[in-house]
């Protein structure tokens, strides 16, 4: 039944009826008078035109044409339509969450030939129920105990370091030990009864070696460890690859490659840990209450593997090739442009690409400004970045994410803007106004708080050198001095985790001994900073005698 048709109903009863009628009364007025997202749907209703930019534009957002591939950031895939329908349809209606999960895991099983199938709020929301599965074993007494593994028999989880990423986040946040293995000896003896799970990534070194899956599932199924493998941007196979290497269970990112609910993640696999997984997840209340998937994102997960399994992939497949090759003759007419169609046979952002290189000294722009210059204008269209031999700089085209008509826009803007004559730069930078060499006090005002780090720097001509001393971590320090301009970047690398920070900012004060500016945290957005060369004095000195043996007392 449609929404529209149950309002209509409504007028069935007394004062429903009147409720329906101010219900269209509103709706009317929504057509001709609001503003924002209601004006920009309630106009597209009245012309039939589309309101998906419309939308973001009413609160100043503008819509992006994506030719890199589904990055969650910039909102990983667009729904197939049948996607759409499910959602729209599972929200018309209410159901029993527990026996939503029982009808989904049955169904899924069939039709993937999995064991059982969950379906979790993303690929690393599933990977955070797994891991409290096999933490607790559906135990609810444990469950509500999280974080805390106090007094649990099984608290670690083993990962390779081939397989350690910012995503295993989600595993972290359960409490669990990380512990992390290098070597198959390793492996084998780290393996104890205190062993919850072994997590892996899929590709590379998981596919084969002495840490594949399959090497791992030999040595951990004799101690009945389970193994989670985490494929979050995999075409998804069935049967399924990795369930037949020996995983216990594999994780999918529902937003990408299967154009499903970005908010969504498919879990295949044992059923007794996808039921603890679900016993783990919202509406149920412990560590995973806040990692809530709604029926609409469900059954449009359930939908979108449905459609996965039915499509022609060879079809689509041409279907991107025939857009690339519309960009492809277009660009190829600008002289100097060199251009490159891959189809990769990878299963992890399986699409095939164009790689478009051109030697930056004859066009005078590189491929890094070309991205940034394409992503920044109108149409923005999100470009990745590519290299060549000998020097050759870039932009790269991923197709699998464009829509139809988007080939032609891309084509156009991309001619427009590499075939302007640009002049050449100058390679030698301007003196440094100032030495900067010693300690710099640095105050940081993060978005609700601020910090004071340390530079310890070392400047020859235009160029820095020195550490970067942080809250946790101290780290090397590179960049630039310009006139009164400085770009400096520091990083901080573990498993795990990857922290880059790149300050940009201006001189001022005496002899240079302040500077103002932005802090660029990547991923993390931005903050500003101020900070203040530290004048060592001489009040302090003092001669220092140096023992000539022990001491004679305490």
């Not at 028999?153 to 081939?162: A, F, N, Q």
């Not at 010693?438 to 340390?454: D, P, Y």
């Amino acid at each position: 039944m449609k929404r529209r048709d149950v309002i209509k109903g409504l007028s069935l009863l007394p004062l429903a009826g009147v409720y329906g009628s101010a219900l269209a009364q509103g709706a009317t007025t929504a057509s001709t008078s609001k503003t924002g997202v209601l004006g920009a749907l309630a106009s597209a209703n009245q012309t039939g035109a589309e309101a998906s930019a419309e939308v973001f534009r009413a609160i100043g957002v503008e819509p992006i044409i994506n030719c890199r591939g589904t990055f969650t950031i910039i909102g990983g895939s667009v729904e197939l339509p049948e996607v759409k329908a499910a959602v729209h349809a599972a929200a018309d209606n209410f159901v029993q969450y527990d026996e939503l999960a029982a009808g989904v895991g049955q169904h899924l099983a069939k039709i993937t030939g999995a064991e059982w199938g969950m379906v979790s709020s993303g690929c690393a929301a599933g990977m955070k129920h797994v891991t409290v599965a096999c933490l607790t074993g559906g135990n609810p007494e444990k469950l509500i105990r999280l974080p805390n593994v106090a007094g649990f028999e099984k608290t670690e989880v083993i990962i390779p370091r081939y397989a350690r990423n910012v995503y295993d986040h989600a595993i972290r946040n359960t409490g669990a030990t990380i512990i992390t293995v290098e070597t198959a000896e390793e492996l084998k003896n780290a393996i104890s009864n205190r062993t919850a799970m072994i997590y892996l990534m899929s590709g590379g070194q998981s596919e084969e070696g002495p840490l594949s899956t399959r090497a791992i599932a030999a040595i951990a199924k004799p101690h009945n460890v389970p193994i989670l493998v985490d494929a979050a941007a995999e075409d998804l196979t069935v049967p399924n690859v990795h369930l037949a290497d020996g995983a216990d269970v594999v994780a999918y990112s529902g937003g990408k490659v299967m154009c499903g609910p970005q908010g969504a993640g498919l879990l295949l696999g044992k059923k007794s840990i996808l039921q603890a997984a679900w016993q783990a997840s919202a509406p149920h209340h412990g560590i995973g209450r806040n990692d809530k998937v709604g029926r609409e994102e469900t059954m449009g997960m359930v939908t979108a593997v449905e459609a996965w399994l039915e499509r022609d992939h060879k079809a689509v497949w041409q279907k991107w090739l025939s857009w690339l090759d519309t960009i492809n003759k277009r660009i190829s007419t600008i002289p100097g442009i060199k251009t490159e169609v891959r189809e990769p046979n990878r299963l992890s952002n399986h699409s095939p690409s164009l790689s478009i290189t051109w030697d930056p000294n004859a066009l005078h722009v590189t491929g890094d400004e070309i991205v940034d210059e394409m992503v920044h204008a109108r149409p923005r269209i999100a470009l990745g970045g590519s290299r060549g031999e000998n020097g050759m700089t870039g932009v790269s085209i991923t197709a699998f994410q464009m829509q139809d008509g988007n080939d032609k826009i891309v084509a156009d803007r991309l001619y427009e803007v590499l075939s302007q004559k640009r002049t050449p730069k100058s390679t030698t930078p301007v003196a440094a106004a100032h030495d900067i060499t010693g300690r710099w006090e640095v105050n940081i005002k993060f978005a609700n708080s601020e910090s004071v780090h340390n530079f310890y720097i070392e400047q020859q001509d235009n160029w820095v050198t020195g550490v970067h001393q942080g809250d946790f971590y101290t780290r090397d320090l590179v960049g630039s001095v310009e006139g009164n301009e400085v770009k400096f970047q520091s990083a901080y690398r573990v498993p795990g985790d990857n922290l880059v920070f790149s300050f940009s900012g201006t001189l001022s004060g005496n002899d240079g001994d302040q500077m103002t500016g932005r802090l660029h945290m990547g991923e993390y957005l931005e903050c500003t900073f101020a900070a203040k060369k530290v004048e060592y004095t001489t009040e302090n000195r003092r001669s220092i005698k140096i023992p000539v043996g022990p001491p004679l007392a305490t």
